[in-house]
């Protein structure tokens, strides 16, 4: 069976077992390069055809049937919980053998990923993680100021890593195209991201990545946000987008090609800061919105909340001696009430259980010797491969002498 090659795999159907088996398939489809024919037709049953290379034919009517001829095509773990078992409410199994990953994205700076991530920690707590299986990394940032989300975790005792291995301090950029070898530059730093991800990463459960800024920020160095998620792949994208109905769909659409372009899969979205009343109020948004999302996507993404506004908040941490000053309940309570945590978090375990255990299928970094040198920043984190020159306190000097402004 194994020297057959899959070419490509047809779904036609209608409902929620369509959209559980696009879903499904679209994840192996990126993993195993094989194309996916999905076409929904009301009231149709479910029918899945499996074409070979050699244009042999396999035909189904059932993931499950799907799923358990496919483990003799291709090597993977056990049938997602979400396709195969009723919804619950209960976490992820223990059994699995790396961590859940999952990428907090967003499309402009300061649009809540930190705060939605706090909120998410807060909320796997409550359905009955330790802390000592979360973790919390944000593995580029522009941003170097103590942020509410870091304290969160240090007062639970979630590990965290909440600036680098990478910080876009100003000049940063200027610097990188000045490297006698740029390419490699690149990979070193991307390494360094994986390496640091990895390390965080033992003995979780889940890990949530925090991703910079939009998509694209960091491309210019390679290592966009769309660059390090499809690096730290088996890995689920979730965009923390705007209110709104108009701008904030076509914002997350725009958003997620971003990722698909790397063949990342983006889950859904999380729409943050919304008003409490009037003609873009939360609800009228979320009637809107879902809507959209149900009829459009198929299934295939989600709108797994909207969290109202609550102007009260800063992501950014007050004074060490103003802990009781810290809304910690008030952003869990509001993830809780606003945003479908379980879900979430079923769908993010199905994408990972699709990707084979046995042979890792992330994007390949190699780190070889180069005649880069980089400098680290001045925090605690692994040693890159190579040191930039000139140094981090030359290249800002320089940058703000040149008009460029603080990071």
């Not at 929620?16 to 049953?45: M, W, Y």
């Amino acid at each position: 069976m194994k020297d057959h090659r899959v070419e490509k795999v047809q779904v036609v159907g209608d409902g929620s077992d369509f959209a559980a088996a696009e879903a499904f398939l679209e994840g192996l489809s990126f993993l195993h390069e094989f194309s996916l024919e999905a076409q929904s037709v009301p009231g149709a049953s479910l029918e899945i055809h499996v074409i070979f290379s050699d244009l042999q034919v396999k035909s189904f009517t059932s993931v499950d049937t799907t799923v358990a001829f496919l483990r003799h095509v291709f090597e993977f773990s056990a049938i997602p919980p979400s396709l195969s078992s009723p919804s619950s409410s209960q976490a992820p199994s223990k059994t699995s053998s790396r961590a859940l990953r999952l990428f907090i994205g967003g499309d402009k700076s300061q649009v809540g990923k930190s705060t939605v991530c706090l909120g998410l920690l807060g909320s796997l707590l409550e359905l009955g993680y330790k802390p000592s299986e979360l973790a919390y990394i944000k593995p580029a940032t522009q941003c170097e100021l103590p942020q509410l989300v870091s304290r969160f975790c240090e007062h639970y005792g979630i590990d965290a890593r909440p600036i680098g291995p990478v910080v876009f301090y100003s000049g940063f950029t200027r610097s990188f195209l000045e490297q006698p070898n740029p390419t490699q530059a690149s990979t070193d730093l991307l390494a360094q991201i994986v390496a640091a991800v990895d390390e965080i990463s033992k003995d979780k459960r889940v890990v949530l990545i925090d991703g910079v800024g939009y998509p694209s920020v960091g491309s210019i160095c390679g290592i966009s946000n769309a660059d390090v998620a499809a690096a730290l792949s088996p890995i689920s994208v979730v965009l923390v987008g705007k209110p709104g109905v108009g701008d904030a769909i076509d914002s997350f659409n725009l958003n997620a090609t971003y990722f698909a372009s790397k063949n990342v899969r983006v889950l859904g979205g999380i729409f943050n800061r919304l008003p409490t009343d009037g003609f873009y109020s939360l609800e009228n948004c979320k009637l809107h919105v879902s809507r959209y999302f149900s009829a459009m996507t198929q299934g295939r993404q989600k709108a797994y909340g909207f969290i109202p506004d609550m102007p009260q908040l800063k992501e950014e941490a007050p004074p060490e001696n103003e802990t009781s000053s810290l809304p910690w309940t008030l952003i869990v309570d509001s993830l809780n009430t606003h945003v479908d945590v379980s879900t979430l978090v079923r769908d993010a375990e199905a994408v990972q259980t699709a990707t084979p255990l046995l042979s890792d299928s992330r994007t390949t970094v190699t780190v070889e010797k180069s005649e880069v040198e980089m400098e680290p920043t001045p925090v605690d984190r692994l040693s890159p491969s190579s040191v930039w020159k000139p140094s981090r306190e030359t290249i800002q000097a320089e940058a703000r002498q040149a008009g460029a402004g603080s990071s």
